[in-house]
């Protein structure tokens, strides 16, 4: 059923966050690199210090190559933040372009080059399901504090639902430290949508053994027992390209591959975690490779693109996909396509705005709550 409901937030445009999808002209669809290459060039210099653009470790080489930072979601909002630019280009997704909304000024305007990258995980998780879930779930243990906590992969409404509720967000890199803030102020974690990473942090805190899920797409399986009597309850969403891998890509990478170490994201399937020899966010898998002896072999467990770069960018170290052919790359990361970022880029040049991202005043103020909840971790 999960997959079912993700496949239709893919394809039907009524169910994407913002309403202002604006296609991309005809004139722009046939754009080969050659062509398209020096036109972002030209449009960059043009605006100078005007524009920064961001490429998320995701996206394709064509978009990374002409951005002025690389890296992951939250890394890269906080450099546009830092960054003295009229306009921030994010190659990312709808969640990361209203990060970056939320904590730069009001002085700087977001922009993602097409609207149609929403991420299927965010959409999981979508504020008014969220609402109808909190009341069964404090429903069903209606003497404890629940505290709800949402992954950085989440819409900007929902980020705002956690701080009005008490909670706040985390990175697949702090989640266990906002797990220990929220236990100290609270009797129960919620936390969505990514259960595969919530179940990884259960595991690193020693509470696997008290973790219920809920299942917003089937009345059946959800559990107020279980619920009453567990610290955490784990959100039915993951991620596609993550929950690809399985134990049997690790076997079989270390058979092909002699003294072989593997790297996952956490957002993988807890068995994949504990097979692998590391896990870390997208910065850490870089870092990683970063400092690897040469010779080493990686295999890495996380979407393709990363995968590729830290080849072009590591050559003295030898990385592999940790499935092979079969290894994914994120739809919704695809649809930033090179084109587009041309065309947003000579909009801007003849001082017009496409594809605005500006999050509602009262959700970017609490969405900023969460935000700082979880720096104070």
């Known amino acids: 059923m999960v997959e079912m409901e993700t496949a239709e937030i893919e394809t039907d445009l009524s ?5 202002n999808l604006e296609q991309l002209p005809p004139r722009y669809r046939g754009l080969d690199e050659a062509q398209r290459g020096p036109r972002i060039e030209a449009a960059l210099s043009e605006l100078g210090d005007s524009v920064v653009v961001l490429g998320h470790n995701y996206q394709r080489r064509e978009i990374v190559e002409h951005a002025d930072f690389v890296g992951d979601s939250y890394g890269l909002s906080k450099r546009a933040a830092e960054a003295d630019a009229d306009y921030v280009i994010f190659g990312g997704v709808t969640f990361m372009a209203e990060s970056a909304d939320i904590i730069t000024d009001d002085e700087q305007t977001v922009i993602l080059p097409s609207m149609e990258a929403s991420c299927p995980m965010a959409g999981m ?11 069964e779930i404090t429903g069903a243990a209606p003497d404890a504090e629940i505290i709800p906590i949402t992954y ?21 890199s702090n989640a266990h430290r906002a797990f220990e803030w929220a236990l100290d102020r609270g009797d129960k974690i919620l936390f969505l ?11 690193r805190l020693g509470m696997e053994d008290s973790i219920a899920e809920w299942d917003p797409w089937d009345p059946e399986g959800k559990d107020a027992a ?3 009597k567990s610290d955490i309850v784990l959100w039915e969403g993951y991620c596609q390209v993550h929950e690809r891998f399985r134990e049997s890509h690790i076997e079989q990478v270390r058979e092909e ?24 966010s997208t910065a850490e898998i870089r870092e990683t490779i970063e400092e690897a002896e040469p010779g080493e072999t990686w295999a890495i467990g996380t979407e393709i693109h990363l995968t590729n770069h830290l080849r072009r960018w590591y050559p003295e170290v030898n990385v592999v996909p940790l499935c092979g052919d079969a290894c994914m790359d994120c739809n919704a990361m695809r649809q930033i396509d090179p084109n587009y970022l041309t065309w947003v880029l000579e909009e801007l040049v003849a001082g017009r705005e496409r594809n605005v991202i500006e999050v509602a005043p009262e959700e970017k103020e609490l969405a900023g709550v969460a935000l700082e909840r979880m720096l104070e971790v």
Not at 262 to 274: D, L, Q, Y
Request: proline share 3%.
């Open 226 to 228: 279980e619920v009453a």
């Open 125 to 135: 998780a979508e504020a008014l399901q969220v609402d109808a879930a909190w009341a």
């Open 15 to 19: 169910l994407f966050k913002y309403d």
């Open 257 to 280: 591959y002699e003294g072989a170490s593997v790297i996952v994201h956490p957002e993988c399937r807890r068995e994949v975690v504990e097979a692998a020899d590391r896990a870390g």
């Open 193 to 203: 949508p990514d259960k595969h990473l919530g179940e990884n942090t259960a595991h």
């Open 152 to 172: 950085m992969n989440s819409y900007a409404d929902l980020k705002a639902f956690c701080a009005a509720q008490g909670g706040l967000v985390c990175t697949s």
